[in-house]
């Protein structure tokens, strides 16, 4: 059987290649343009790729994303940081992989957070809890790989920009051992 897989990434400058779903930045372009993309097709996995801030100075690289959460839903006193009020998903949704922990939010983020901290946050980035949130309702199996561009920090801007492409050549190996796994 072959299995089919659908690499979804927020801007064609993170990854320039054939039959990627382009979102746009932020988890409403992404919310939209992956529930478009699953009304016409339902494949077996949906693999999210793009860059991400590191919020710890050792990260480098293409990472595996274990978990997520979304770090801008501010409904206090309805419900903690992170949570929707009156919604059923759970605040961190898990990949079932083993790896890091992404806080996903509308914001590009420029210095340290402490809450981000509290919640074992290693990097950040702004699509994914929506990529995440419309799988689980989907029931679509989702993996995530985030390459590091930026250390969340005052110079993110600039180093996002000059490393925006950077991860594709590893990002393109990986999804290729990723194929040759699910039919060997």
């Given at each position: 059987m072959h299995a089919s897989?659908?690499?979804?990434?927020?801007?064609?400058?993170?990854?320039?290649h054939p039959g990627v779903l382009y979102t746009g930045l932020g988890k409403?372009?992404?919310t939209y343009a992956l529930t478009k993309a699953l009304q016409h097709s339902k494949p077996d996995l949906v693999v999210n790729y793009g860059t991400a801030g590191g919020l710890k100075p050792n990260?480098?690289?293409l990472l595996e994303v274990?978990?997520?959460?979304?770090?801008?839903?501010l409904a206090e006193p309805l419900a903690p940081r992170g949570t929707t009020p009156f919604?059923?998903?759970?605040?961190?949704?898990?990949?079932?992989?083993?790896?890091v922990v992404c806080g996903s939010g509308d914001h590009f983020v420029t210095e340290a957070d402490a809450w981000l901290t509290r919640q074992g946050v290693d990097v950040v980035d702004m699509e994914l809890f929506?990529?995440?949130s419309v799988c689980r309702r989907e029931g679509v199996p989702w993996r995530a790989f985030k390459f590091i561009s930026d250390h969340a920090d005052r110079q993110s801007g600039d180093s996002w920009?000059?490393?925006?492409?950077?991860?594709?050549?590893?990002?393109l190996a990986m999804i290729e051992r990723l194929r040759m796994e699910q039919h060997p």
């Amino acid at each position: 059987m072959h299995a089919s897989i659908l690499i979804v990434t927020a801007l064609r400058e993170e990854l320039d290649h054939p039959g990627v779903l382009y979102t746009g930045l932020g988890k409403i372009n992404a919310t939209y343009a992956l529930t478009k993309a699953l009304q016409h097709s339902k494949p077996d996995l949906v693999v999210n790729y793009g860059t991400a801030g590191g919020l710890k100075p050792n990260l480098t690289g293409l990472l595996e994303v274990a978990q997520v959460l979304q770090v801008d839903m501010l409904a206090e006193p309805l419900a903690p940081r992170g949570t929707t009020p009156f919604d059923t998903t759970p605040a961190i949704l898990e990949s079932g992989y083993p790896g890091v922990v992404c806080g996903s939010g509308d914001h590009f983020v420029t210095e340290a957070d402490a809450w981000l901290t509290r919640q074992g946050v290693d990097v950040v980035d702004m699509e994914l809890f929506a990529i995440a949130s419309v799988c689980r309702r989907e029931g679509v199996p989702w993996r995530a790989f985030k390459f590091i561009s930026d250390h969340a920090d005052r110079q993110s801007g600039d180093s996002w920009q000059a490393h925006i492409s950077n991860g594709r050549p590893e990002f393109l190996a990986m999804i290729e051992r990723l194929r040759m796994e699910q039919h060997p």
